[in-house]
């Protein structure tokens, strides 16, 4: 706050500037875009990720120098990932430097949210790259808590990382992650709410078993990015 009275002219800008939502275009342009959410974030910075991308992100020098700084400040860095074979190592050595790291299978989704800012990876068919992956950002107070309460129970249904990491190892299978068949691979990408009872679920199958043992046929699916 000024001395004489006024606010500062970042803090005018702060109180007038308008919440926004938008495609960011450009490799660098997508870097600095990240480099701010760590930067900006207070108290927490929480993203979920496909099974690819623990293998992209984890030799990405940048990146965990911004995710290190930002844990020095007190930033609570937490990340839900699935946790497979083809990607265990790099979750091994992306777990070392988090506070919190856990897994759900089937994660079909990328997307951040902190304090204040909500990131999302757009969808591409070309191969998975440092400098190819683009990102939604938005700052806008409801997408952003729409985020979190994404993120938060998507937490609440994981398990500690390295609870999967040891079955992998042990050649258990998780008891939480995605059950599939040999003709559909069973993915997470949409939260389905019952309209009247309102419990929530992540994976289809649960709504079936949910309708066949209390009746109810409301449901709503919301994507999650």
């Known amino acids: 706050m000024s001395t004489n009275g006024r606010g500062s002219r970042h803090e005018q800008d702060d109180v007038s500037r308008i919440s926004v939502a938008y495609l960011i275009l450009g490799y660098e342009n997508n870097r600095n875009a990240v480099i701010g959410f760590f930067r900006n974030a207070k108290s927490s910075a929480n993203w979920v990720t496909d099974a690819i991308l623990p293998t992209v992100g984890s030799n990405i020098d940048w990146l965990w120098k911004e995710i290190s700084d930002a844990r020095r400040r007190g930033v609570k860095c937490r990340e839900l990932t699935d946790i497979t074979k083809d990607n265990l190592s790099h979750c091994k050595k992306n777990m070392a430097r988090l506070d919190e790291f856990r897994h759900l299978g089937g994660m079909a989704v990328n997307f951040g949210v902190s304090d204040t800012e909500a990131m999302v990876i757009v969808p591409s068919l070309a191969p998975r790259e440092e400098r190819s992956i683009q990102f939604i950002y938005s700052d806008s107070e409801s997408v952003v808590e729409y985020k979190r309460q994404c993120f938060d129970l998507l937490w609440d249904r994981s398990i500690p990382g390295q609870t999967r990491i040891n079955e992998l190892e042990g050649g258990e299978e998780s008891l939480v992650a995605a059950p ?43 994507p999650v990015v």
Do not use: L, P, W
């Open 180 to 222: 599939a068949t040999q003709t559909q691979t069973v993915i997470i990408d949409r939260i389905h709410a019952c309209m009247e009872c309102k419990q929530t679920f992540v994976y289809q199958h649960e709504v079936d078993e949910h309708s066949r043992a209390i009746g109810h046929k409301n449901f709503r699916a919301f």
